[in-house]
């Protein structure tokens, strides 16, 4: 389990929820299919620029978020 995943689960979002909400909040597009893939870790190096995405929707810092 990823703490992406963990934070999901803590928070009650869907990873579609997330990905939707990135792009209201910032104007950057994650994939659907991409978002499952890092939430579950099968994808480990991704662009500097989606994990800032991320952590800033979700108000952590990215160390909060990369394994």
Partial sequence: MTKLYKILIN???TQTE???KILKETGVNIELY???KIVNGQTKNYFTDTAKAIAKTLQVHIE???E
């Fill in 11 to 13: 928070r009650g979002l």
């Fill in 18 to 20: 997330l990905c939707d």
């Fill in 34 to 36: 991409r978002m499952s």
């Fill in 64 to 66: 909060d978020i990369l």
